[in-house]
């Protein structure tokens, strides 16, 4: 459940990254050439218009690679939670929120004295 939460929060990220990237284009658009056509402008526009387009693809890429990470770890969280329930109907038992425990040893025996007295079933706690 951890895992899937992590994944869409990572999703959130994304989306907010993907936001941040739109306005930061529609922002540079808004400005324009005010630094013109003549020699020291374009030497400056030169300069300015690669790096705004790194900047720009950068932002894609990472808003996609962000992307990426949560749909895995979502993925992820699917496989354990599968592999959880395939584990503890092997015990004869559901997985889910609650654990369910066994008596490791009797209340009164053991070698350690003061130690657990049960052993989940769903090793996933």
């Known amino acids: ?14 989306r907010r990254t993907g ?3 739109c306005r930061l284009e ?3 658009g808004a400005l324009g050439t005010p630094w013109g056509t003549d020699r020291p402008g374009s030497g400056f526009a ?7 387009g790194g ?3 950068g932002l894609r890429g990472l808003a996609g690679g962000v ?4 749909t895995g770890l979502h993925a992820m969280a699917e496989r354990t939670t599968d592999t959880d329930t395939s584990a503890a109907s092997g015990f004869g038992a559901e997985a ?9 040893v009797h209340p009164t025996t053991g ?4 130690a657990a007295p049960a052993v989940p079933k769903d090793m996933s706690v």
């Open 55 to 57: 900047l720009v693809g």
């Open 67 to 70: 992307g990426k990470v949560g």
């Open 96 to 104: 889910g929120n609650g654990v369910t425990a066994v008596a490791a």
């Open 19 to 21: 936001e941040g990237r």
């Open 111 to 114: 070698a350690t004295p003061g």
């Open 26 to 28: 529609r922002d540079l």
């Open 1 to 14: 459940m951890g895992t899937a939460r992590r994944g869409a929060g990572v999703r959130e990220t994304r």
């Open 46 to 52: 030169a300069a300015y218009g690669p790096a705004r």
